[in-house]
């Protein structure tokens, strides 16, 4: 509910927000998260506490702000941004740089760590070199993956000083952002409505499977794969338009289902609980997708763009696999999906999920956070 | 009403002549090579914008311009000028942010709500403005606090008392015009106001109230001045029960006093009483009071005497307290309270410029401040807005006081010259501030969006100056124009980034853009350049993207082409020779090929010529020979051939083998035909 939603106006339009990982085996909710801002003059990384949940209320309502721990300055707009562990994260920059950057938990600092300059670049007509867009990163500790405007993909070792592998021309449109598939296998979407597999292993630099949208070749801007599920795959689209994929078969999305009006900035699946999924839009909504609900006794009614919730229903293409997200069985095969913003007007540039907890950031310069997302 | 003219602070006007370039929000201010002599201009040219700003900046660029005409070195200096200084205030962008919400909140808020609901509604969206100025104002006094820069907490102090200023407008402005709150109830919400905003006698309250013993403070009876002053009964009585009980002998008259402090009949809110009933009351209240003054009932004690007269609404009694109140409209609701509570609106302007005077004393001259609020009481809307204007260095104030006040249908006669009305004139002042900002631009495009006359127009001139650094940002602002059916803007975002991208060798991406924006010429120039680096290198770049053209390869004839050639290289790939042969037939024979392409089509035709099977029919072959001679007879350029013996050698290369070929297939048709 709104009720449990904490706000910080922050003077920053947020590009990125993401919650530091938990300790293996903890059993505290997540508590520090990172911002990283776009389209300042001067903009930078910080480290937030969610608030103290000694102040929780007789009925564990939440009230605190997040307050800045610390923060440190970025050149360039935050493109996208990952934790490696527990300490780093790495930015990656408009400029073309990525930097891992490591905050020191003991007096509260953040420092610079390492940096791979113009790690994306063009070179143009002059054949001088300028610095591309680094749009997306991804990594597993410790490797690191970094696409960007340039159409290159960059496989880092945060130990290492140059790249482990390039692709140069690994596209010829923008790589909007990357994710692991499995360990050797990376998933990239790009500005033509492309979804393609790479296997890092093989020395061609070709993809080694191409899925695309059919009909008007809409942008792709984010992907996320099922964290149990390795098949199913989530991208969003220019168009708002959320596409499951079932990479064993077919080179078309699985289903498309609509809710946001405009360019869907993330998609995440919930970590440990992957029957829920999360998006935010440029049109100011955030919708969090849930099939773990059997709606079986629940009416069956299509109500389209409610801003409370609405059972939309998939348009499946033949499916073997028992999975809600793939499901066809037409008693089962609804959502529930509900809004989490009403009445936002900019742009909710990111967000990210972790246990009970949900942060994310927008372009009127407030970051959010619900600590009470399925109470 | 003129304003001394500004001078921009570091251009030296004196001895240098001034140019001027002026933009959407910036006035770019240029130190020329000609000295004053020189110059036949009269006026010095250093004022600006009329009505002149008190917050306009001027920032010098940290470059000198370099280089003249001759060469010679110059010092002369570039100033930009900003029209509304608070927009870069880090602190602010909250207030900005935060209010752009409750701004389209009132925007999209139902006006068929009918009278009390409908006031209500906006009372609270004027609350909830005023919430945001005081969590800024917070914010800020943190700021100031937490500084050890004496420079930027001495920024930060002023950007309180301005902050602090605004909200104290904001709220008179609330109660007269959103609220218009009547005879009565505006009394109390006056009192409210004064205790909100008169905050200087906290501190000695506090003071005193956490003392041991508050009777022997020495400020004791201050505090209990302050209260009355303020109305605040029941706590003025809570302290004056401590001093009776330490003063048995005075009791009594403690008792009395106390007796007439708690029978005051004031206005409620509820419509329990009449006007009438309760100036009945009070009439006999007052002569209540004013028995107990005349019997010298108070004459031991002057500092109960003192309250008595102020009970009695003594104007010199309260003026004495003077330093108390330390305000003339603190002075002013004192003095309503305890002689004309029942105080209708229209009224106000009397007791606001006598109560005026009477505090200043001639002393000192009213601030802005005062006049403003004077405005305010004298219910001149315009004035007040006009003053705030001024003053104030931004033009949030204004532009959402105005709007609000324009929700109330308050503003309905007042249109400006120019045509279009004051709340649009301010809000597209306030929005052009924000596209001058880095960062706040998005914010700008919800205000133009509610001027109907020239936001869409502004919003036209202002989002095309928008840096597009990256492709997200050009997403941004594109989804902003297509929203709004701005198809030429869409047109040149699309163009520049196509451009962008094309210099930066990135022909995959420039096609993207020129398909999005629907640019056929452009996709034709691109294709081109895909056809140019084929012929140079013998392969096509950017399979990925040639390969899922989709619907788009419609977009021009020449991307078309490109596709439909791609195509027929694939089915070669595949050895799909037939179906490679007739798509290669057919982008001559149906002119998809630009003619300068046709030979490089006829050479490709040449290995599938030389298979072993035969490909081409007899009339396919017919039909290449006759392309081959318009492409030789009809080029105008026919010295060309001539004088390159390659290209000679391969038309009789390709003559050649169509005859060949033609060969073959006669006697291949002519058996296939006879058996």
Known sequence: ??????????????????????????????????????????????????????????????????????????????????????????????TGTVTIFRHHQNNQTLSANHRWEKAHYHVDQDT???????????????????????????????????????????????????????????????????????????????????????????????????????????????????????????????????????????????????????????????????????????????????????????????????????????????????????????????????????????????????????? | DTVPPQVVPGADSSSRQLCFAWGPAEVLVCETLFGRAGGSRSRCPSR???????????????????????????????????????????????????????????????????????KAQL?????????????????????????????????????????????????????LFVEAATAGPLLLRLLDWVRLHVCDVDSMVREVLSSESPSKHKLFWNVVDVFVLQGRMDEARHLLSKEASANPASRNMYKILDDLMKKMPVPSLSNTQTLTELELKWQHWHEECQRYLQDGTFASNPHMESICKILLGDEDAILEKKELMTTWYHFLVTRLLYSHPTVKPMELRFYAQSSMDLFLGGESSPEPLDLILMAAFEFEMHQVIKECSIVLSNWWFVAHLTDLLDHCKLLQSHNLYFGSNMREFLLLEYASGLFSHHSLWQLGVDYFDHCPEYGRVYLELHIERIPLSTEQKALKVLRICEQRQMHEQVRSICKIMAMKALRNNRLGSALSWSIRAK??????????????????????????????????????DRLTFLGKYREFHRLYGEQ????????????????????????????????????????????????????????????????????????????????LALARNLARVIVKEGTVEGS
Not at chain 2, 108 to 115: D, F, I, K
Not at chain 2, 598 to 622: C, G, H, N, R
Not at chain 2, 627 to 637: H, R, W
């Open chain 1, 1 to 94: 509910a709104m009720e449990d939603v904490s706000a910080k106006f922050v003077s920053q339009k947020i590009s990125r927000t993401r919650w530091r990982p938990l300790p293996a085996a903890a059993l505290q909710p997540p508590d520090i998260f990172a911002t990283g801002s776009w389209d300042n003059e001067d903009n930078r990384i910080s480290i937030w506490s969610a608030g103290d949940l000694g102040n929780a209320g007789l009925n564990g309502e939440y009230h605190g702000e997040p307050h800045l721990l610390c923060d440190i300055q970025h050149n360039g707009d935050v493109m996208d941004m990952q934790f490696l562990d527990q300490e780093r994260i790495v930015v990656a920059s408009s």
């Open chain 1, 128 to 375: 001088s070199y300028g610095g591309a867009a680094c749009t997306g990163v991804v990594c597993n500790n410790p490797e690191i993956v970094t696409v960007g405007e340039d159409g290159r993909i960059n496989l880092f070792r945060a130990d290492q000083k140059d790249a482990v592998r390039t692709i140069d021309n690994a596209d010829s449109s923008t790589l909007h952002a990357v994710t692991f598939l499995r360990t050797t296998e990376i998933l990239t979407v790009n500005s033509i409505g492309q979804l393609k597999i790479w296997d890092l292993r093989q020395q061609r630099n070709e993809p080694s499977q191409i899925f695309s949208l059919a009909g008007d070749r809409v942008p792709l801007h984010c992907v996320d794969r099922h964290p149990n599920q390795q098949h199913i795959v989530a991208t969003g689209g220019q168009d708002g338009m959320l596409s499951i994929w079932d990479i064993r078969q077919g080179t078309m999305p699985v289903s498309l289902l609509n809710a946001h009006e405009a360019e869907m900035w993330e998609v995440h699946f919930h970590p440990s609980d992957p029957d829920h999924l999360f998006t935010c839009s440029e049109d100011g909504s955030l919708w969090h997708w849930d099939t773990s609900t059997n709606v079986s006794e629940k009416p069956s009614f299509l109500h389209q763009g409610g801003r409370s919730t609405a059972y939309l229903s998939h348009s499946t293409i033949n499916q073997s696999v028992v999975s809600a997200w793939l499901s066809n069985d037409p008693t089962k095969d609804r959502m529930e999906i509900t809004n989490l913003i009403p009445n936002q007007t900019l742009s909710v540039n990111s967000l990210d999920v972790l246990g009970p907890c949900l942060v994310y950031g927008t372009d009127a310069e407030a970051i959010y956070v619900n600590r009470q997302l399925f109470a």
């Open chain 2, 48 to 118: 600006f914008w009329g009505e002149g700003r008190a917050g306009a900046a001027a920032r010098a660029l940290t470059d000198s311009v370099a280089g003249t005409e001759d060469g010679a070195p110059s010092n002369s200096r570039v100033f930009v000028v900003r029209r509304d200084q608070d927009i870069y205030i880090q602190t602010l962008r909250k207030l900005f942010n935060e209010s752009h919400g409750i701004f389209m909140g009132l925007q999209r808020s139902e006006e068929e709500l009918a009278g009390k609901s409908r």
């Open chain 2, 123 to 175: 009372v609270q969206v004027s609350k909830n403005y005023r919430s945001v100025i005081r969590a800024c104002m917070e914010d800020m006094h943190q700021a100031a606090v937490s500084t050890r820069d004496p420079a930027l907490q001495g920024q930060y102090s002023t950007q309180v008392s301005i902050l602090s200023a605004m909200e104290l407008i904001w709220n008179l402005c609330e109660i």
């Open chain 2, 519 to 556: 640019d056929a010429a452009f996709a034709t120039l691109i294709s081109d350049r895909f056809l140019k680096d084929y012929c140079e290198r013998g392969c096509f770049s950017d399979l990925d993207l040639i390969d899922n053209l989709g619907p788009s390869m419609l977009l021009s």
């Open chain 2, 576 to 655: 799909r020779f037939p179906e490679a042969a007739r798509l290669l037939l057919t982008l001559m024979t149906a002119h998809i090929a630009p003619c300068s392409f046709w030979m490089t089509l006829l050479t490709d035709a040449l290995p599938l010529l030389e298979q072993k099977e035969v490909i081409f029919s007899a009339e396919q072959t017919y039909e290449l020979m006759r392309c081959l001679e318009d492409l030789t007879a009809g080029n105008p350029d026919k010295q060309k051939f001539q004088d390159d013996d390659i290209e000679t050698t391969k038309v009789e290369m390709l003559r």
